[in-house]
């Protein structure tokens, strides 16, 4: 609401500030809005297929289809394994649009979870139906009254009670002084077809089309500055501290953070100490990197009652994964439930409009 300064263009071209350091998707997505870059990164995890080595080499995994790797995991699975995903808050949505994304993005249609005609939602559509009786096939149990989050996921993974799961390596995951522990972590996985909503059919991607697809915004941490600042020309400076010169000891600091330059994938301790074994740091930092810098990321619109849009998706999706509901009764219901909300705000919206004109 006009209360954030635009971060000054003499800053971003600083070797202070390093703009070219920046992963790809920090730079040119994450800290836009109409174009304007409003913030500095202080970095954000990026959602990635975690693997336990001991029960299935990853390398067989790195840069598969979703259809391939749930297979490959299906096949080294016991009893309890499969993959994990996490259930704590709203992550049950966040893990559906992350499953959902390289059914549904190209460049031919700009639309993922809305209709961007009308706000029509679409996750009743196909591919979201698909990817969520998938993650019914292949997920984990959810357990009764004990939700899980990320750490969770990890240790799952980590203590090989699962073979796999969504989530990120994370220093902050470890005990002081822990050894390191039988975990790789790699892009999520893609998909050879895609969905062409105008035209309700599946498609196979052309050669060279992107398969992988991120989902960016989930966690992070930025910094700003405000209008209200009586020495914005200072604050910019410590802005741009933290987010280069000091980014690795401060906002390394936080569990919702995570590398968002490439000198962070030289020095890698900071950020994910020993959660991943020695022996696959670098392919971590190849796919984080390759994660970083891919084209098309997508985040979800930042819309009036955002968390209650995620909050009602991950009800439905707790719904199909313990069998109470089919998938695409579940998502139908999240459809209706969307439009009212869209509805709800669009209304409130046009009031405030009234207000202020009084």
């Known amino acids: 609401a006009r209360q954030l300064i635009a971060v000054p263009d003499s800053l971003l071209q600083s070797p202070n500030y390093a703009d070219s350091g920046l ?43 979703w259809d ?9 699975s016991e009893a309890t394994g499969g993959i994990v995903y996490p259930d704590a808050d709203g992550w049950l949505a966040w893990s559906l649009l992350a499953r959902t994304l390289p059914l549904i993005r190209s460049h031919s249609d700009v639309s993922v979870f809305f209709d961007v005609g009308d706000m029509r939602p679409l996750v009743d559509s196909v591919p979201f139906v698909q ?66 909503r105008t035209e309700n059919r599946w498609t196979t991607r052309s050669d060279g089309e992107q ?10 941490r930025f910094v700003a500055v405000t209008t209200a600042s009586l020495h914005a020309s200072q604050a910019f400076e410590l802005a741009t501290w933290l987010s280069n010169a000091a980014s690795s000891q401060v906002a390394a600091r936080s569990v919702a953070t995570g590398p968002f330059r490439r000198s962070h994938l030289d020095n890698f301790a900071p950020w994910i100490g020993n959660s991943v074994a020695a022996e696959h740091v670098g ?37 199909v994964l313990t069998g109470q ?34």
Not at 331 to 343: K, S
Request: charge should be negative.
């Open 23 to 65: 992963l790809g998707c920090f730079r040119n997505q994450a800290m836009l809005l109409d174009g304007v870059r409003y913030s500095l990164p202080l970095g954000a995890p990026m959602l990635m297929l975690l693997v336990n080595t001991d029960r299935i080499d990853p390398e067989q995994l790195a840069g598969k289809t």
């Open 68 to 76: 391939e790797v749930e297979l490959a995991i299906a096949a080294a």
């Open 131 to 196: 990817a969520l009786e998938q993650m019914k096939k292949h997920s984990v149990p959810l357990e009764n009254g004990q939700p899980r989050g990320p750490e969770e996921v990890f240790n799952r993974v980590a203590s090989g009670q699962a073979v796999a799961g969504i989530g990120w390596p994370s220093a902050h995951f470890l005990e002081a002084g822990a050894a390191e522990v039988p975990v790789a972590a790699i892009r999520l996985p893609g998909s050879e077809r895609n969905f062409l």
């Open 211 to 220: 398969r992988q697809y991120e989902l960016f915004d989930h966690q992070g």
């Open 283 to 319: 392919l971590w930092s190849a796919e984080l990197m390759a994660a970083g810098d891919s084209r098309m990321s997508a985040g979800f619109p930042e819309l009036a009652g955002r968390d209650e849009y995620l909050g009602i998706l991950a009800a439905a999706v707790r719904s």
């Open 325 to 358: 509901v089919q998938a695409e009764a579940a998502l139908q219901e999240v459809a209706n439930q969307w439009q009212t909300l869209t509805e709800k705000y669009v209304v409130e919206a046009q009031r405030a409009v009234l207000r202020r004109r009084k």
